[in-house]
């Protein structure tokens, strides 16, 4: 899992920052919904940082640590881990649960939403 | 490399993980059971990527759920088998056997292997014995994991089939009600 390790290329957000940060961010957000016990999650984190660096000049990416910030969990009503949420101007546009750890398939993924 | 000094080896668990957390009990009454000061002190891993660091900075989460970690005084880790041994070796009830890790043969710990080999087989049943977090089973676990769940669904109807294998569903008591999504 190169790279990954050293640099953390998405930005964790909390239930404090996440009005700030997401609902009132103006563009493309994805946030990726996740636990650091979750096997899944940590098997696409090599490629998701990867995604963040390659969209980083038109997208952001987030992440939200549900076995911390569980609330935040049940407003958008995720029903486990990993589940991406991409927002355009605060507004939920796409939605996808257990995506499977691959670059491509992840890039498109973020992208899509944001084409249509 | 900045690592804090410790009295005692740390043993990190997966506090997500019922096997885990059994295994990490048993530990923890092993130590208790012992004479004087704690001979290993266990902690579950946690959600803080920092607070890892801070223990040891060579120390990242991910890898920390991904195979069991024990930090030595030193500043070493001792991942796997390895560190079941090191543990065992560290329990008083345990420690009388543990010298035939260090037998050597040609190169080779034939117990040491037997143990590493054992350390594989139990993280890769853990699935089948309800752990959802500890991910996609082997292959040869699968069978297994797939007759236990089938035999679980027919007793719990609030079971949550997903789309993906690459999902972690959240356990039904957790789940927020489901709307339609986009």
């Known amino acids: 899992m190169p790279g990954y390790k050293s640099i953390d290329r998405i930005r964790t957000v909390t239930t404090s920052t996440f009005d700030r940060l997401l609902l009132k961010g103006q563009g493309p957000i994805v946030v990726e919904f996740m636990s650091y016990g979750c096997a899944h999650c940590g098997a696409i984190e090599p490629d998701l940082q990867q995604v963040a660096e390659m969209v980083e000049s038109t997208e952001k990416i987030f992440r939200v640590n549900i076995a911390v910030d569980r609330e935040l969990a049940d407003i958008y009503e995720v029903q486990g881990t990993p589940t991406l949420i991409m927002f355009l101007n605060g507004t939920v546009v796409g939605r996808e649960e257990g995506p499977s750890p691959d670059v491509s398939n992840i890039l498109t993924l973020v992208r899509q939403p944001y084409e249509e | 490399m900045e690592i804090k000094s410790q009295p005692a080896p740390i043993l990190l668990f997966n506090d997500e993980c019922g096997v885990c957390r059994k295994i990490a009990s048993w530990v923890k009454k092993q130590v ?52 079941v041994a090191e543990v065992l070796r560290n329990l008083p009830s345990t420690r009388w056997f543990t010298w035939t890790f260090a037998i050597g043969v040609f190169g080779i710990r034939p117990f040491q292997a037997i143990l590493n080999m054992a350390y594989t087989i139990l993280a890769g049943v853990r699935p089948v014995f309800g752990c959802e977090s500890c991910g996609t089973p082997s292959p040869w676990v699968r069978q297994i994991r797939w007759i236990v769940k089938w035999a679980a669904s027919l007793f719990d109807e609030s079971h949550h089939s997903s789309p993906s294998p690459h999902f972690t569903p959240l356990p039904a008591k957790e789940r927020p009600p489901q709307a339609d999504h986009i």
């Open chain 2, 32 to 83: 208790q059971a012992g004479p004087g000061e704690a001979s290993i002190v266990v902690r579950p891993i946690g959600q803080d990527p920092d607070e890892l660091r801070a223990l040891n900075q060579g120390l990242n989460i991910w890898d920390a759920y991904g195979t069991i970690h024990l930090l030595m005084p030193d500043g070493s880790m001792k991942l796997g088998g390895e560190a």
